[in-house]
């Protein structure tokens, strides 16, 4: 990543302590996963669990973006899917109803009903189409944009960053009828010009992967979670992640000083 996206001290105190923010891609049975981006439904029902014995909520980043300016975020877990699989309203949403969570799908507005080709070669895995976006959407889950088409932002020309960022924005706000609010970077490739034209297409913020020195409200930090997260791993992920974005924020604080 290259380039400077500071937003100012009032956006890095915002994202000081920033809640936990989990990463999930697909929950479903599966042989083979060597992407390792495949998450069982028991394993995925035992996170939730997880949640919900330390005391905490999952919920979508729109609610905890919310929650957290009016300062009630205390005890809620962001949980986000990438890529928009078909797996997320047959497998996941039946078990965040039940637990009473929410989350955030992040979807390719320029792959409905297709598939996973970005694996290729991998597991064929479906993508979402229109009619089970609008499912998720009225079960109470967010849906926010992952571009597209998943490519690579950084490699994206002008006219392709603006149809990756405000045409995907767009389809998906014609077909689910609300405001679309979210952006995740596909491959979490990001910088400088990468993070501005999110911005300058209307989405109030952003998640990427591993703490950056683009940390900030279109930069938001996740922990990533795999089927191989037992109780403890997920424990130990949690204090890591706040470790993580703390030492980050100390950093540019002491070079800005």
């Known amino acids: 990543m290259t380039g400077s996206t500071a937003e100012g001290p ?14 999930y891609h697909s929950v479903s049975p599966y042989d083979e996963d ?27 980043m729109a609610e905890l973006l919310s929650a957290r300016a009016d300062g009630r975020s205390r005890g809620m877990v962001g949980l986000t ?44 895995k479906a993508l979402l189409t229109a009619d089970q976006v609008c499912q998720a959407a009225l079960s109470g889950m967010e849906i926010a944009s992952h571009g597209l088409d998943h490519v690579s932002l950084l ?5 392709r960053l603006s149809a990756e960022t405000v045409r995907s924005r767009a389809i998906l706000q ?22 501005k034209a999110v911005r300058a297409a209307g989405f109030d913020y952003a998640c990427a992967g591993l703490p950056s020195a683009a940390i900030g409200r279109h930069a938001i930090p996740r922990t990533y979670v795999h089927d191989r997260d ?28």
């Open 10 to 23: 009032q956006m890095r105190a915002e994202l000081d302590k920033m809640p936990l923010v989990l990463m």
């Open 34 to 60: 060597p992407h390792e981006v495949t998450i069982t439904p028991q394993r995925f029902e035992r996170h939730m669990r997880w949640l919900r014995s330390r005391g905490l909520r999952g919920v979508s």
């Open 81 to 124: 899917f990438d890529d928009g699989y078909q797996d997320f309203v047959t497998y996941a949403v039946p078990v965040l109803q039940r637990y009473g969570f929410t989350a955030t799908t992040f979807v390719l507005a320029g792959r409905l009903g297709g598939h996973n080709a970005w694996d290729s070669p991998g597991p064929y």
């Open 155 to 159: 490699k994206a020309d002008d006219i």
């Open 174 to 195: 014609e077909l689910v009828g609300q405001q679309i609010r979210g952006f995740c970077y596909p491959w979490g490739h990001l910088d400088a010009r990468v993070v």
């Open 230 to 257: 037992s109780s403890w791993r997920l424990d130990a992920k949690r204090i890591r992640s706040g470790l993580l974005v703390g030492n980050r924020i100390a950093v540019r604080r002491h070079r800005h000083n």
